[in-house]
């Protein structure tokens, strides 16, 4: 159901599952829908080790508390990507979409994760702030 493929922001191609398994610390048989990205693994790992993370900043948020509550919500408020010419800003079940065309679309990803209908029309007020999160994002990202 998901449009996109691989090194697309599409959800095709950034939306992939993840299993794990410790014995003896978490059950087994319950899944999660809760938002994580790749990079939230290291500060998760290090908070599940008791394992100190380094001073400088990182993207990533720890999933313990995910892992540890299929009721926990995701550490991401907003999450922004840029990759091959695109870039991707979610937030809640919003998500602004922007093809290396650099044509703009906004997704409700909970009620179309197919990514099918473009909102940003009827939801202006939604897009103009995904779009004010993508320009604060990269402003920091010169900064750094």
Do not use: M
């Amino acid at each position: 159901p998901h449009r996109g493929h691989k090194f697309d922001l599409l959800e095709g191609g950034i939306r992939v599952p993840a299993i794990i398994s410790w014995p003896g610390k978490i059950s087994g048989g319950e899944s999660r829908d809760q938002f994580a990205t790749g990079c939230d693994w290291f500060p998760t790992i290090a908070e599940l080790t008791d394992t100190k993370l380094p001073t400088r900043k990182i993207d990533g948020k720890s999933l313990a508390n995910v892992i540890q509550s299929k009721n926990a919500t995701s550490q991401h408020g907003v999450f922004c990507w840029e990759s091959g010419g695109q870039n991707a800003v979610r937030k809640g079940n919003w998500k602004l979409y922007v093809d290396r065309k650099r044509n703009e679309f906004l997704y409700d990803i909970a009620n179309d994760p197919g990514e099918t209908s473009d909102l940003k029309d009827k939801q202006s007020d939604v897009f103009a702030d995904l779009k004010n999160e993508l320009a604060k994002w990269k402003s920091e990202l010169s900064s750094e």
